[in-house]
Each structure stands twice: as C-alpha cells, then as structure tokens.
C-alpha cells in the first residue's frame, strides 16, 4: 500500500496539472522511502559489476573515500554519487593525457576529488597530488540568488519558493580536508569564496574540471574563468540536482550565449567537451 503510494507519487501522468510543479524536498523524501527498504548495496555490486579503478571495484574505491572523509550518503543520493561519479572518472580518464591541470569547484569534505586522485595515480604511479586543484569556501554554500530558489508546498497546496542552501553552514576546513588527502600531498587547496578565489589561481592550462558549487552565481563565474583557459579537447561537467537549479541555468544561459555543444546525462551532469574550432575564440 505504502509503496503503491509513493509510486503513484513518483508517476508524473498521475499528477494533476495543478500538481505538475515539481517539489524537490518531497521528491526526495519519496525516494528516500522507497529507497530506505530496498537492498542498496546489491544494486550498487550489480551496476558497478567488473568497474575497476586501478585493479580496485570502483564502489569499494568510492565507499572508501566518502566514509573516508566522513561524506554523507542517503537513499536518495547513493545512485546519483556512484552514478554521476563513474561518468566523472570515465570523463577524467579520457582527458588525462592532455596538457594541463585539473580542478574540483565545491569539494565539500574531498570524497569526489580523492576518487580522482587515487583514478589519476592508477594511471600514473608517481601522482602525488600535484596539479589537482580543490577549490570550495570550506565554510559553505554562498548566499542562494532568485534563480537557485526551489518550490516548497504550502498547507493550503499553493507554492512559495525558497532557498534551500543555508549560508557557510559546512561542518569542514581546509586542514580538515588536507588531512584527508596524506597520500597526495602536492595537491592544491584553494579556500576562498568563487568568484573571488578563481583570481588566485595560476595562469594555467585547464584539461579537466569538475562544477559541483550547487548555485547559480559560483557556476557562472567558475565557467566563465575556466572555459576560455581550457585545452582543447578539456571537458567542464557540472553537476546536476533537483535541489540546483540555479546551477543549471547558469550552465545553460553560459552555453547558449557562445553557442556551446554539450550534453546531458541521466544523472542531471552538464558536459562539454572544447572543440578545437572554439578554442581560439576564448
Ligand atoms: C555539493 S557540495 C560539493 C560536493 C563534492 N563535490 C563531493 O562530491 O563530495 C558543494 C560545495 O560547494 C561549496 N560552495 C558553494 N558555494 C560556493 C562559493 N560561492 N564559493 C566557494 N565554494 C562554494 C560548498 O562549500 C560545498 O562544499
């Protein structure tokens, strides 16, 4: 009963046009039910089957580095992280060869950013962290603008629209964090708030980058720093949430304005890859 409830819930032509607005907190909550019963770790080992990372299974490898740095997962989430996470590597993998550095906007506690490194030295032994750029607040999210709002559904069923980051309310520090990455001591931790921090950046080539800053204003400022420094042949993925719109319309309003190709996968991730033909517009 309860899960024919939820199901119905879930089925968007069961919904009545006055319902057809999508409530992020109650889409998760669904999910998070119908999750909470099912046997989670046995879809991962079925999805995940034969994915290795440097001879390691690729969930032993990701569950390592979010318990690791104390990264929490929910039902609702696991599928989206070990998902999103597996494109992200085949992406970075495919661009490891290319000139330049690599970067993470919004590591939050590292877990993403220590799969890549431990992905980066699977293929080159001697890594060490060195030209892997973690860039985040390590206090918080910044303050949600109009366009990160999402709807929230009142008593009487109308929709009001809130923000749905609180303000630099992270439980991390950059040491924190440094302490999670012992085995790649050269890697660059870049604390400060985006845009500003992106000025303290080298002046470098940027071959594979990482938007995972969840509102609208850090995405666009970080796409519009790192797409005219990107090698051609660079990927930028961005990740994608119901809780972040804002991210996507930043992604989207970037990509139309320069007549950007990109894609977008199941998991809500925004990819581009910079065609050489676009490389020298800047
Ligand atoms: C969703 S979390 C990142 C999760 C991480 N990539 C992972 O896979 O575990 C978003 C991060 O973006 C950071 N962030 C949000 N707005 C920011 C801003 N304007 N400047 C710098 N960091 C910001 C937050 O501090 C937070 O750590």
């Known amino acids: ?33 119908l999750h909470d019963s099912a046997p989670l770790d046995e879809h991962l080992r079925i999805l995940f089957d034969g994915v290795t990372v440097g001879g390691e299974n690729y969930v032993d490898l990701y569950r390592r580095c979010l318990t690791g740095t104390g990264t929490p ?21 495919a661009t490891l ?7 993470e906007c919004g590591t939050y506690r590292g877990a993403t950013a220590l799969l890549l490194a431990h992905a980066w030295r699977s ?10 750029f973690l860039i985040d607040s390590f206090v918080g999210t910044s303050a949600s603008g109009e366009h990160d709002l999402i709807p929230v559904r ?4 109308t929709a009001r629209r809130e923000a749905f980051f609180p303000v630099a309310k992270a439980d991390i520090s950059p040491e924190l964090v440094r302490s999670y990455f012992r085995e790649f001591p050269g890697v660059n931790i870049c604390a400060g708030w985006i845009p500003p921090v992106l000025n303290t950046l080298p002046e470098s080539a940027w071959a594979f980058v990482h938007l995972d800053v969840t509102l609208y204003e850090p995405t666009l400022a970080a796409l519009e720093h790192f797409f005219p420094r990107l090698t051609p042949g660079g990927v930028i993925i961005c990740d994608g949430s119901i809780f972040c719109p804002g991210a996507k319309k930043a992604w989207d309003e970037f990509c139309t304005r320069r007549n950007l190709p990109f894609i977008v996968l199941g ?16």
């Open 267 to 282: 998991n809500r991730e925004s990819i581009l890859i910079k065609q050489p033909s676009v490389a020298a517009k800047r």
């Open 123 to 132: 293929r080159q032994p001697a890594f060490a962290g060195d030209g892997l």
């Open 154 to 157: 009142n008593d009487d069923g």
């Open 1 to 33: 009963m309860v899960f024919k409830k939820l199901l119905a819930a879930l089925q968007p032509e069961q919904r009545t046009a006055a319902a057809a607005v999508e409530f992020p907190l109650e889409t998760e909550a669904l999910i998070n039910r």
């Open 73 to 93: 997962v929910t039902p609702f989430n696991v599928f989206h992280r070990f998902q999103s996470r597996r494109d992200l590597l085949q992406y970075f993998f």
């Open 97 to 103: 060869d290319l000139p330049g550095a690599r970067a």
